[in-house]
């Protein structure tokens, strides 16, 4: 089973940019879905984006945040630019096996594994 460990979170002012990534330790990283989601404190714990068969975002994040994985260092990143206020969250990296409706993309009950989360605040 695969691990994951967050990091790259901060304070960061609305526009700027930040990079979170998630290293994964274990075997077959490859074959896992691997996302981001976020929380902020009072809310449910919201999707993000996810890397599968493609690439797949959040309305609310479409063309400001990009993820990607690479294999070989069997890590996952998260850029995210122009950022908000309403960015503000803690992150958290997922892992699972389902791949397909977006719905079951878009649901932390499709992830099996999380990491521990890292801190995003954008200030105004």
Same mark, same amino acid.
């Given at each position: ?13 609305a526009g700027d940019?930040l990079?979170?990534?998630c290293a994964?330790? +274990? &075997? ?6 691997? /996302?981001?989601?976020?929380q902020?404190?009072?809310?449910? *714990?919201?999707?993000v984006?996810?890397?599968?068969g493609s ?7 479409? +063309? &400001?945040f ?5 294999? /070989? ?8 630019? *122009? ?6 969250a ?5 892992a699972?096996t389902?791949? +397909?409706?977006?719905?079951t ?12 989360g ?7």
């Amino acid at each position: 089973q695969v691990q994951l460990v967050e990091s790259g979170g901060g304070l960061v002012q609305a526009g700027d940019s930040l990079r979170l990534s998630c290293a994964a330790s +274990g &075997r077959a990283f490859s074959v896992y879905v691997l /996302a981001w989601f976020r929380q902020a404190p009072g809310n449910q *714990r919201e999707f993000v984006a996810a890397t599968g068969g493609s690439a797949v975002y959040a309305d609310s994040v479409k +063309g &400001r945040f990009t993820i990607s994985r690479d294999n /070989a260092k069997n890590t996952v990143d998260l850029q995210m630019d *122009r950022l908000k206020p309403e960015d503000t969250a803690t992150y958290y990296c997922a892992a699972g096996t389902k791949w +397909g409706l977006l719905s079951t993309i878009k649901t932390p009950d499709s992830y099996d594994t999380w990491g521990r989360g890292t801190q995003v605040t954008v200030s105004s």
